[in-house]
């Protein structure tokens, strides 16, 4: 059973930073691909950023240049470093992981909220 649990949400400041975490259990199957998501109250989920087992990344265009995500492959974890945040970035931000089948497993969310 692939677990994917998000971390890191919160409360900020417009200018603002935080963090997310995202760890991956319970799969044998290497990771390909991890993917930061986010969903507005009454928008579509919007990829944020991915990277791929590579380094590949790409970034919406909105958030480029502010938001920068990584990953530790040893944790199977993937990280989401968001700068400068803006009150449209508030939404629930979910982590989404592909393995090496193409299979792929969603968190449960973490709330952000950025505050004017």
């Known amino acids: 059973q692939v677990q994917v649990v998000e971390s890191g949400g919160g409360l900020v400041q417009v200018g603002g930073s935080l963090r997310l975490s995202c760890a991956a259990s319970?799969?044998?199957?290497?990771?390909?691909?991890f993917a930061w998501y986010r969903q507005a109250p009454g928008n579509q989920r919007d990829r944020v950023a991915i990277i791929t087992s590579s380094g590949y990344t790409n970034y919406a265009d909105s958030v480029k240049g502010r938001f920068t995500i990584s990953r530790d492959n040893a944790k199977n974890t993937v990280y989401l470093q968001m700068n400068s945040l803006k009150p449209e970035d508030t939404a629930v931000y979910y982590c989404?992981?592909?393995?090496?089948?193409?299979?792929?497993?969603w968190g449960q969310g973490t709330q952000v909220t950025v505050s004017s």
């Open positions: 989404k992981i592909v393995d090496s089948t193409l299979s792929y497993y």
């Open positions: 319970g799969s044998t199957l290497p990771i390909s691909t």
